[in-house]
Structure formats: C-alpha cells, structure tokens
C-alpha cells in the first residue's frame, strides 16, 4: 500500500507563500496521478491543482496565476508552491494519488496539511 507524507503546511500572512511537499512511499502505476485538494471549514473538498507522470497539469480556477504545482519523479515527490495566497486558502489541505484510467482517479490520501492564511 502506497503511503503519502505531506509537509509544508502553516500559518502566513495574506500575501506571503508557503510551499507544500508530498512524498509517496513508491511508485507505481497507482501513483501514476497525483494532487493537491483542500476543505476548508464548512465547505466540500475541491481540487486544487493536478499532475500526472507526464507532466500533464491542471488548476483550480483560484489556484490559477498563484499556485504551482511540479514533481519530482525521481525521489517520488509533490510540490506545491502557492503564492499570494488569501484568507480564503485557509484549509486543511490533502495530497493524493491515483492511477489513471482515461482520467486520473484519487484513491491514495494523505493525513493532511493545515494552511492558515490570515489578513
């Protein structure tokens, strides 16, 4: 069973940056998709950005412009770099990883970050 460890997480100001890593235990084809998805208090979870082995990509409308997402596939590694960043990032946020059938699919979790963003 494939594990996924985040780190990164914290507290910073309205317009500062944090920068959020998930390492898997492993690769494997059940890897083969990996991302960022957030739940901030009272709200469902949503997907924050996306990448695959390839390299292939994909934004949240809000992440767009701030947020970058990049691998490492030699050390199995995530990163996340989110800049600007708002109050309304405030959330708990979750690494995943997934195969990819078609489209990816997230059946991999991680515990969780906290990010806290105060103004």
């Known amino acids: 069973q494939v594990q996924l460890v985040e780190s990164g997480g914290g507290s910073v100001q309205a317009g500062g940056s944090l920068r959020l890593s998930c390492a898997a235990s492993?690769?494997?084809?059940?890897?083969?998709?990996m991302g960022w998805f957030r739940r901030a208090p009272g709200k469902e979870r949503e997907g924050v950005a996306t990448?695959?082995?390839?390299?292939?990509?994909t934004y949240a409308d809000s992440a767009k412009g701030r947020f970058t997402i990049s691998q490492d596939n030699a050390k199995n590694i995530v990163s996340l770099q989110m800049n600007s960043l708002k109050p309304e990032d405030t959330a708990m946020y979750y690494c995943a990883a997934g195969p990819r059938y078609g489209g990816c699919s997230y059946n991999v979790w991680g515990q969780g970050t906290q990010v806290t963003v105060s103004s």
């Open positions: 990448i695959d082995r390839a390299g292939r990509t």
């Open positions: 492993e690769y494997s084809f059940s890897v083969y998709c």
